[in-house]
Nanobody
Framework: QVQLVESGGGLAQAGDSLRLSCAAS????????MGWFRRAPGKEREFVAS????????YYAESVKGRFTISGDNAKLTVALQMNSLKPEDTAIYYC??????????WGQGTQVTVSS
């Protein structure tokens, strides 16, 4: 059974930087991509960024483009999210995810990021 473990969340002030990391234990049968999602208080979970190993192809939500950078290692099944110029609206629980071509099938437990103004 594959598990994802995130680390690196915490408290920050607006304009600060944080780096999130995620590592997978075990090797799933199908792994095409890894990514990050977040859930802000009172809101639905939303996509933040992903990296598809073939290519690689990298995607970002419009709200984080130019501020966040995703990187990863297919061989090690790790993914990181460098978050710069943080804003209070980035406050959320951030989840690492692992997916096949058609779905996200494995999720981490989440790590809290809180940004104060």
């Amino acid at each position: 059974q594959v598990q994802l473990v995130e680390s690196g969340g915490g408290l920050a002030q607006a304009g600060d930087s944080l780096r999130l990391s995620c590592a997978a234990s075990g090797r799933p049968l199908s792994t095409t991509k890894m990514g990050w999602f977040r859930r802000a208080p009172g809101k639905e979970r939303e996509f933040v960024a992903s990296i598809r190993w073939t290519g690689p192809y990298i995607y970002y939500a419009e709200s984080v483009k130019g501020r966040f950078t995703i990187s990863g290692d297919n061989a090690k099944l790790t993914v990181a999210l460098q978050m710069n110029s943080l804003k209070p609206e980035d406050t959320a629980i951030y989840y690492c995810a692992l997916g096949s071509r058609s779905e996200w099938h494995t999720w981490g437990q989440g790590t809290q990021v809180t940004v104060s103004s």
